[in-house]
Antibody, heavy 117, light 110 residues
């Protein structure tokens, strides 16, 4: 079965850190750009970051630049998002997804990050 | 990185057609054919409906179609069905090598 499964979310205090993971199965993970997208419950989707197939290129939304780091381990079919200096406004459900430029796409079910102030 | 502009809500009766617009700039929608559309039901992950402005993934009904003119992309749903009621989002690649989403449109099937 083709799927992405996120984990690592939870409750953290403002200024703290979390690392999200996204494990891929059922497809060739190393062939795809990968993205993180977040959504405050009841609000819209917001792109966070993406990474090239081999990890050589990354980009970030201005709101997380310098605080979040995206990475991947193709040997483990796993995508990561290291989140440091967390703020209340980072509270959201975080989704991982395959290449937003093409189809078909795979999205995970999301993991909730709650930052308490 | 300003969000793309979508109407907050649209509605239509079963069998009718509706169009959702997605307005960006020459730095995103107007300059790239990397525009995708997503359907999201409450509590679910987004589902890709259109990519590359007008391509449909396998399994997506041909009632869904996409187009683009200048800085505005559009999603048209024909023959509205009750199960089409959902939130719809557009996204576009940008000249900053990032992606930007629209604010989302709530579709109500009357």
């Amino acid at each position: 079965e083709v799927q992405l499964v996120e984990s690592g979310g939870g409750l953290v205090q403002s200024g703290g850190s979390l690392r999200l993971s996204c494990v891929a199965s059922g497809f060739t993970f190393s062939s795809y750009w990968m993205s993180w997208v977040r959504q405050v419950p009841g609000k819209g989707l917001v792109w966070v970051s993406h990474i090239h197939n081999d990890g050589s290129r990354t980009s970030y939304a201005d709101s997380v630049k310098g605080r979040f780091t995206i990475s991947r381990d193709n040997a483990k079919d796993t995508l990561y998002l290291q989140m440091n200096s967390l703020r209340a406004e980072d509270t959201a459900v975080y989704f991982c997804a395959t290449d937003l430029a093409r189809g078909p796409q795979v999205w995970g079910q999301g993991t909730l990050v709650t930052v308490s102030s | 990185q300003s969000a793309l502009t979508q109407p907050a809500s649209v509605s239509g009766s079963p069998g009718q057609s509706i169009t959702i617009s997605c307005t960006g700039t020459s730095s995103d929608v107007g300059n790239y054919n990397y525009v995708s559309w997503y359907q999201q039901h409450p509590g679910k992950a987004p589902k890709l409906m259109i990519y590359g402005v007008s391509s449909r993934p396998s399994g997506i009904s041909n009632r869904f179609s996409g187009s683009k003119s200048a800085n505005t992309a559009s999603l048209t749903i024909s023959g509205l069905q009750a199960e089409d009621e959902a939130d719809y989002y557009c996204t576009s690649y940008t000249s900053s090598s990032t992606w930007v989403f629209g604010g989302g449109t709530k579709l109500t099937v009357l």
